[in-house]
């Protein structure tokens, strides 16, 4: 008898949150066989088995989180074997049976029967195969009591992505207040009517992250601006020149391979702070910051600065639309040595982002904006954008930031560097 425990699935995951059961007691494993799929405090991703057998027993029902290490299901050599401890919560008044006692001698009514109710074996199609949803998708359709195989899938293959569930039809008495997990509205007071709304998990790891970098390093700012009229010509250059399939690089993705080059130049800011001494990293990976439905996600380009524009900007299009439909996976959320946060798009002309927890700084990219600048006295249209640099005093100094920045600024104002 094998016991199946809760893994790690990524560098920096504690516990993990059993999503839903993707076999069930009594089927055959083998291995590589998705089993279950679990949330991580990075992403949502199904556990393949690495051993072959029947699965004889659940430990865990849907929605508990459990500590890395603890069982969570057993795997036997055949369909003989203990029987199966129900995913569900085990009703009041009918406690398991003890270890060697048979199965019971009736199926459960009533009360123990309904207390399973919550728990469904996963969707599956009409021809017997599983629905095919995103991670997301499937918690989503959970929350809302939605069966999957109801719906029609938009994504690649028919694959039933966030948006598909959010477009559905809620059944009949439920509403997104009353859903699990969503606003619970409570008394009202001084301050109106008050809901209170529980966090995901991602959301409260980040939450949790966030404070504990503010708390321990000492982040200091520095702020410099721009001239992107050489980048925004070559970028004009390079998108008449694309075909139609191809990856056209943002001023993003230019800022990414800039910060990449200069990493190079800098290691302390390609490191971190970590027990008293500095961890210095062999690779420069920027992690970019991308806004998804419930929380900010970082995804990696691993090794920026060997890549070309075009390859970071199919990289990063890739990511973002992993991220945007639950599809990421920890292993492209772990790894990042360095971090860029854009909010150009939103208008944003400047701002000071959070120091990632394991990284020595974090680049704020503003908006790029065409304003009046002097140049050899005289006064001609610019396009100005400002960059903004957190850095953890513990590793990097003023003069050291400073360098840095100033490094980026020069290859972004020479994008013809870029390439090289």
């Known amino acids: 008898m094998a016991e199946v425990v809760m893994p790690r699935l990524s560098d920096s995951m504690e516990e993990g949150t059993i999503l839903s059961w993707l076999k069930q007691v009594g089927d055959e494993i083998a291995v590589g066989d998705e089993l279950v799929e679990i949330e991580t405090d990075k992403a949502n991703m199904a556990y393949e088995s690495d051993t072959a057998g029947t699965l004889s027993e659940i430990l865990a029902k849907e929605g508990e989180t459990l500590p890395i290490g603890t069982p969570i299901a057993r795997i036997g050599d055949s369909v003989e074997g203990p029987a199966a401890r129900p995913a569900g919560p085990v009703a009041a008044g009918n406690p398991p049976p003890p270890p060697g006692a048979g199965p019971p001698t009736a199926p ?102 966030m404070a504990e970098s503010k708390a321990t390093a000492p982040h200091f700012y520095l702020t410099i601006e721009i001239d992107m009229g050489k980048a925004v010509a070559a970028r004009a250059a390079i998108k008449a020149a694309a075909r139609e399939d191809d990856a056209v690089p943002s001023f993003n993705d230019m800022v990414v391979k800039a910060c990449a080059i200069a990493l190079r130049e800098f290691p302390k800011a390609n490191g971190a702070y970590k027990d008293g001494r500095f961890e210095l990293y062999s690779r420069f990976n920027v992690g970019v910051a991308v806004a998804a439905s419930e929380a900010l996600v970082v995804p990696t380009v691993f090794d920026a600065d060997r890549k070309g524009l075009r390859q970071i900007a199919a990289e990063t ?104």
Do not use: W
Request: net charge neutral; charged share 25%.
């Open 108 to 209: 459960p009514t009533g009360e123990a029967g309904e207390a399973h109710a919550d728990a469904p074996p996963a969707p599956a199609a009409a021809d017997g195969e599983r629905v095919k949803a995103s991670p997301l998708a499937r918690r989503l359709a959970r929350e809302r009591g939605l069966d999957l195989a109801t719906l029609h899938g938009s994504g690649p293959g028919g694959r039933i992505v966030k948006h598909d569930v959010e477009e559905a039809e809620l059944p009949a008495g439920l509403t997104p207040s009353t859903q699990p997990g969503g606003v619970r509205p409570a008394a009202e007071t001084a301050k109106g009517e008050t809901q209170f709304q529980d966090l995901s998990k991602t959301q409260r790891v980040i939450a949790r992250r």
């Open 317 to 420: 299009r890739a990511l973002a639309a992993k991220v945007r439909d639950g599809s990421v996976t920890p292993p492209e959320l772990s790894g990042g040595t360095f971090t860029v946060s854009n909010l150009g798009m939103y208008g944003v002309d400047s701002f000071e982002a959070v120091i990632n927890m394991g990284q020595a700084a974090i680049l704020s990219v503003g908006a790029i904006r065409e304003a009046p600048a002097v140049r050899d006295g005289q006064l001609v249209p610019a396009q100005l954008m400002k960059a903004t640099i957190a850095c953890d005093h513990r590793i990097l100094y003023g003069a050291e930031g400073a360098e840095f920045l100033a490094r980026v600024k020069a290859l972004l104002e020479e994008p013809v560097t870029l390439a090289l």
